[in-house]
């Protein structure tokens, strides 16, 4: 558990309009944090049991008959209109969503007889675990204490702008990551990315985003619990601090999960979602090196018939990933995580970080470096030292290029969307099959090597990697 440096810093530019505020979520939408501060959990519970009932009553009168009919007589009103966000199943499990009858605490969370998950037959009591399922909920100041020894430092795993993670165990066994809000933050903007955050992730639900465990919100402590994902994030993995080198197929792979996590976003979500701060040190790595995308608090909604948000207030990014049409406009679009993961795709294929200070002038900024090195037909020379020199490689890295350079491309509609992104590199993962098995020393081994790419194609869910083949002609020693 190494502490990562500060990475990029996050950039604020007013741009001086009178415009709507950049982030106006209500915050009631999310229909679980009580909103009066300073407030005991119980205090909250009571007066969410007083809502909920006013709801009930509200929704008996209101709904037909039919409507009636197709609700779980255990179901609350508001798991019917969670459920259909997004994918997102569960529904808040706090006490000021939930709907009738009595809450439970179990194991720290809020629980209801007679909600859907209870309804589907898993016991809570027994398997908390598995109830993470029914959505985030609200932990106790206490057993984060607890699964974190007092956040003690030897359980800090990062820091960032919005303050200390931590990873910690809860009393069921579960590893949590605990993002603890540095409390000289608080400002209006910070509130909002808090709950910003929060309200982001709890729609959300894809093996390639980080999964919303639950949050805490009590007297001047903010915290958001979330999955916890044990092998460092990708700026680590490229740095040599962790792991062992990542090899191009796995950085293929890398690539493919950001895009697949992205695409979501943008198009499978009811309202589509801008991640805006795309960078390495965001996409953590699970131990088979499977990628998840973190930390959404800077995350926008777009309006549905726009295809953009509002005019920003503020640009917001890292520094080296920024979009330069946002930074122009000021409109954000999902054009503007394409431009990100365009400089994503360099930094995976090159290992460095966007903006090197400390090379030569020519090459500090890495995004020009490598379209040049494109332009004069020299991938090879621009790939990650780190990184082994066979024919397939390399011609990933080309083929990886070029998607990144059209990811970069000055101005927003000549990007590709992200879906576009996710099926060239699939094409592009396919073709690198192929070099492999033609590269393949022996031809009776280039069936067996067919075999098993279509075996690990058939569970890339499961253990999706591609390896290097050794045996590949090595054309260039790093
Ligand atoms: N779910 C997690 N599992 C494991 N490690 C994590 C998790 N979330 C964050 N980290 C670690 O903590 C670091 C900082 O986290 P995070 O980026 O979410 O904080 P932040 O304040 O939003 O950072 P920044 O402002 O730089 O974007 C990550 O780079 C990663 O190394």
């Known amino acids: 558990m190494s502490m990562r440096s500060r990475t990029p810093t996050h950039l604020l530019f007013p741009n001086g309009k009178h415009q709507k505020a950049d982030s106006e979520y209500n915050w009631s939408d999310v229909g679980t944090v009580d909103k009066a501060k300073n407030v005991s959990v119980l205090g909250s519970i009571k007066r969410a049991a007083k809502k909920v009932f006013g709801v009930i009553f509200f929704r008996q009168r209101k709904l037909k008959p039919t409507e009636c009919s197709r609700s779980d007589p255990g179901e609350s009103s508001i798991f019917d209109r969670e459920s259909t966000l997004s994918g997102w199943t569960g529904g808040y499990s706090s006490p000021s969503s939930v709907g009738r009858s009595t809450e439970k605490r179990v194991s720290g969370q809020y629980r209801l007889s007679g909600s859907r998950f209870l309804n589907s037959g898993i016991d809570s009591s027994s398997s908390s675990r598995k109830s993470w399922h029914l959505g985030p909920v609200i932990f106790s100041f206490k057993e984060l204490q607890k699964a974190t020894s007092n956040f003690a430092s030897v359980h800090q795993i990062g820091e960032g702008g919005f303050g200390t993670v931590f990873k910690g165990k809860l009393d069921d066994g579960t590893f949590v990551a605990i993002k603890r809000a540095r409390?000289?933050?608080?400002?209006?903007?910070?509130?909002?990315?808090?709950?910003?955050?929060?309200?982001?992730?709890?729609?959300?639900?894809?093996?390639?985003?980080?999964?919303?465990?639950?949050?805490?919100?009590?007297?001047?402590?903010?915290?958001?619990?979330?999955?916890?994902?044990?092998?460092?994030?990708?700026?680590?993995?490229?740095?040599?601090?962790?792991?062992?080198?990542?090899?191009?197929?796995?950085?293929?792979?890398?690539?493919?999960d950001v895009a697949h996590a992205l695409t979501y976003l943008h198009t499978y979500t009811d309202n589509p979602i801008i991640h805006r701060d795309i960078k390495a040190s965001n996409i953590l790595i699970t131990d088979k090196l499977r990628a998840k995308v973190a930390d959404f608090g800077f995350a926008r909604l777009v309006s549905e018939e726009s295809g953009v948000t509002h005019i920003s207030t503020q640009v917001k990014g890292s520094s080296g990933y920024v979009d330069p049409d946002y930074l122009r406009t000021f409109q954000l679009t999902d054009k503007s995580d394409v431009y990100s993961f365009g400089v994503l795709l360099i930094e995976l294929i090159t290992g460095r970080r966007p903006i090197e200070l400390k090379r030569p002038k020519k090459d500090r900024l890495t995004v020009k470096w490598a379209l040049k090195g494109l332009k004069d037909d020299e991938a090879v020379l621009i790939m990650d030292p780190l990184l082994k020199r066979?024919?397939?490689?390399?011609?990933?890295?080309?083929?990886?290029?070029?998607?990144a350079s059209q990811c970069l491309a000055p101005t927003r509609v000549t990007r590709p969307a992200m879906k576009d992104c996710a099926e060239k590199l699939w094409g592009i993962r396919r073709e690198m099959k192929e070099t492999m098995i033609c590269s393949s020393p022996s031809v009776s081994s280039s069936s067996s090597a067919g075999h098993s790419f279509m075996a690990r194609d058939s569970d890339r869910y499961a253990l999706p990697r591609i390896e290097d083949n050794e045996n590949t002609t090595e054309l260039l020693s790093p």
């Open 390 to 403: 066979n024919r397939a490689a390399i011609e990933v890295a080309e083929k990886m290029l070029k998607l």
């Open 183 to 256: 409390k000289n933050n608080y400002g209006k903007s910070w509130l909002s990315e808090f709950k910003n955050e929060i309200y982001t992730l709890s729609k959300i639900e894809h093996m390639n985003l980080v999964k919303l465990y639950g949050f805490l919100e009590h007297e001047d402590e903010r915290v958001i619990v979330v999955e916890y994902v044990g092998n460092g994030n990708l700026r680590e993995h490229l740095d040599g601090s962790r792991g062992s080198r990542l090899q191009m197929a796995e950085r293929l792979e890398i690539a493919i």
